[in-house]
DNA sequence: TTAAAAAGTTAGACTATTCTAACAAATTAA
DNA sequence: TTAATTTGTTAGAATAGTCTAACTTTTTAA
């Protein structure tokens, strides 16, 4: 297991090496507040546990194990979130500090009950993904149904919002996470778009509607 | 502020010395599963923060400080077991461990949010009273209704379930918290008893109800 | 009432984190 | 391409918590 101190490391490697696969000590020790000395020692000691490679003048790099555990603090954490702000109905604002305490946590039922009461979220509402329980992230690319080009078709991701009172909303039109739609036709005048779906039903939805939904393009016109 | 490690000692510090006023270094030792000169040091440092009155070869003692820091934890870590028994839906028997983690988020929102979703509970399941923000316990002695002698008055303090339909049930009673109550007579046979209400209706309670509300007694027959 | 037993204390050591001071390597710029 | 700047490393120290070994006080009981 690690440390509070540990996780705290391994968290802002991955956030900071995401675009280019490393970072490198003086960026690690600005972005955790810490001075250099202390990151290139705490280096050695993850680099000891398999957690990150590292050679002395070259970048920090996650191994596969770091990335994994990368992961779970950060599923942690946007699960943390996301339940603050949708069952304890916190703000977003101030929720950030209270789930960098949570993700600490170690309880695995603690969790999987936030995912349960979220139903299974695969974003947060900001759009960032939450790793499933077992590191994986949704990486395909998502757009809003109000930005589907006319024509394509796309599978329901995900809703932005998870209020029951929406999610009754699409129940009644008869819609459901995992559906393939394709969008018929947008209307320039309201944004209104009206789908094709699956159950061959035409199904109406208002932009207000459509932007709340998350799809992921399956096939595209050839 | 504390860290977590003295949170832990304030917090069994508080509970070894309910009764007596003071608890002995050798007792504390094996209740927080450290040994006795590592408990000795750290008595030193909460002594010299004025959280325990300590003398070598004495007893501990919380000073007047240290008691509010010891019930403030304690509120926390009740707090956090209800919500996690109420509003997570897991179970007595797992939360313990979960609660012991989450009394030390450092997050006043958090908690407060907490107990606005609980109703603002005065008491745990367990029939553990809770501090409030205070520090201010319910220290009057707390009978269940199902308990309660007959002719005596008593007032409603609390409900030992939470649950929508069992709030729903005393209030179509026409029982409320804070409400005066006497009881008229218990039928031995089921258990049942009637109350004499201030409204001045009589009210008839199963046993199974009665069990769940906590009343205060008021007056004791002259 | 004195000798075990129990309880408490000191001293010294070790790990986890962090820091400052001083030096070394790599990069950048004139 | 060398000198300045930036980056990284080593060495040594500090704090929080804990431990073991070796006493010292108190208590308990014969």
């Known amino acids: 297991m690690d440390s509070l101190t540990e ?3 391994i968290k802002s490697i991955y956030a900071l090496s995401l675009a280019t696969g ?7 020790a600005k972005k955790l507040n810490i001075k250099q000395p202390s990151v290139n020692s705490m280096m050695k000691r993850l680099a000891t546990k398999k957690v990150v490679a590292y050679a002395p003048y070259k970048g920090i790099r996650l191994t596969e194990k770091g990335k994994k555990e990368a992961l779970s603090i950060i599923r942690r ?3 943390a979130e996301l339940f603050l702000v949708k069952v304890m109905e916190l703000g977003w604002e101030e929720v950030h500090d209270i ?3 949570l993700e600490h946590v170690d309880s695995k039922r ?4 936030m995912d349960e009461m979220l139903h299974f979220p695969k974003f947060d509402p900001h759009g960032e993904p939450i790793p499933d329980s077992n590191g994986k992230i949704y990486t395909q690319k998502r757009t809003s149904l109000s930005d589907l080009a006319e024509g394509l078709t796309a599978t329901i991701a995900a809703v932005g919002e998870d209020e029951k009172s929406f ?7 008869g819609l459901q996470i995992g559906d393939a739609v394709t969008l018929k036709k947008r209307e320039p005048f309201d944004g209104s778009v009206t789908l094709q779906h699956k159950s061959k039903k035409e199904i109406l ?13 399956t096939f595209t016109r050839s």
């Open 7 to 9: 996780e705290n490391y």
């Open 99 to 101: 789930a960098e305490q």
């Open 167 to 173: 999610l009754d909303h699409l129940n009644a039109k």
């Open 77 to 79: 954490h946007r699960l």
């Open 205 to 217: 939805l208002t932009h207000q509607v459509a932007e709340r939904i998350w799809v992921e393009v």
């Open 110 to 113: 603690f969790y999987s009950r």
């Open 22 to 28: 490393e970072v490198f000590v003086s960026e690690l």
